[in-house]
C-alpha cells in the first residue's frame, strides 16, 4: 500500500511568517511530487510540482524533495491570510501516472 | 477558456436512488479520473481513465460505475450499493506537455447528500 503522510495541523503562522508543510511517502520508487492548494468548499489547485532533489523556487514557494529520506516539503515565505487553505501533498510512483494524495494539512495565517 | 466542468453543484439523493455526475473537459486530455472527498480527509481516488472506452478501478470504486464513450466525458454513477455517498466529488484530468503531463486539473466539484 503506497502511503503519503502529512500532519493534518491546523498549522497557524503569524502573518510575514514561514510557514514550513511537510510530507513523507512510503514508496521509495516514487518520481514525481505535487502541492496542491484547497481552498475551503473549492477545488484543490496546483501550486507546484518538483521531480528531482533539491529546491524548486515559485514566487513565495519553495518545494524541497529529499529522495533519500522520503520527504518533501513546501515552505511558503511571507505567509499571508490568503494562504490560508488546505495544502495537499501527491505523488506519483515510478511507472505509473495515478497520483495517491495525502490528508492535507490546514494552514491558518493570522493577521 | 479550457476547463472541466461539473454538473450539477449540489445534489440530494434519497436512499435506494442512482445518481449521475456529470464531468465534461475540453483541455484535450487523455486521463480523467473521479475523487471522493469526505470531511478532513484527502482524495480517494474511484475511477480513472487513460482512453475511451477504457476504464480502471480506483481504491474505492465499490458502488460506483463509469463510461468513457467520449474523450471529453467521463461520466459518474453513484448506485444505490454505495452505502454512504454522501461527500464531495472530484473530476479532474491529467495530460498537458512536457513536464505538465501528470498534473490534475480539477473540476469545481459536485457535493452529494443523501436524505
Redesign the interface.
Known amino acids: 500500500q503506497k502511503e503519503?503522510e502529512?500532519n493534518?495541523g491546523p498549522l497557524s503562522v503569524p502573518e510575514g511568517a514561514i510557514a514550513s508543510l511537510n510530507c513523507t511517502y512510503s514508496d521509495r520508487g516514487s518520481q514525481?511530487f505535487?502541492w496542491?492548494r484547497q481552498y475551503s468548499g473549492?477545488?484543490?489547485?496546483?501550486i507546484m510540482?518538483i521531480?528531482s532533489n533539491g529546491d524548486k523556487e515559485d514566487g513565495r514557494f519553495t518545494a524541497q524533495l529529499n529522495k533519500a529520506s522520503q520527504y518533501v516539503s513546501l515552505l511558503i515565505r511571507d505567509s499571508q491570510p490568503s494562504d490560508s487553505a488546505t495544502y495537499?501533498c501527491?505523488v506519483?510512483s515510478g511507472g505509473s501516472?495515478?497520483?495517491t494524495?495525502?490528508?492535507?494539512t490546514s494552514l491558518i495565517v493570522h493577521p | 477558456d479550457g476547463g472541466i466542468t461539473q454538473s450539477p453543484k449540489y445534489l440530494f439523493r434519497k436512499e435506494g436512488q442512482n445518481v449521475t455526475l456529470s464531468c465534461e473537459q475540453n483541455l484535450n486530455h487523455d486521463?480523467m479520473?473521479w475523487?471522493r472527498q469526505d470531511p478532513?480527509?484527502?482524495?480517494?481516488?474511484i475511477y480513472?481513465s487513460?482512453i475511451v472506452n477504457d476504464f480502471q478501478k480506483?481504491d474505492i470504486a465499490e458502488g460506483y460505475s463509469v463510461s468513457r464513450e467520449k474523450k471529453e466525458s467521463f461520466p459518474l454513477t453513484v448506485t444505490s450499493a454505495q452505502k454512504n455517498p454522501t461527500a464531495f466529488y472530484?473530476c479532474a484530468s491529467?495530460g498537458g506537455e512536457g513536464?505538465w503531463?501528470?498534473?490534475?486539473?480539477?473540476?469545481?466539484?459536485s457535493r452529494l447528500t443523501v436524505l
Open positions: 503519503v502529512q493534518s514525481s505535487f496542491y473549492k477545488s484543490p489547485e496546483l510540482f521531480y495537499l501527491a506519483i501516472y495515478i497520483p494524495f495525502g490528508r492535507g | 486521463a479520473y475523487y478532513g480527509q484527502g482524495l480517494r481516488l480513472y487513460q480506483g472530484l491529467s513536464a503531463t501528470n498534473v490534475l486539473t480539477f473540476g469545481a466539484g
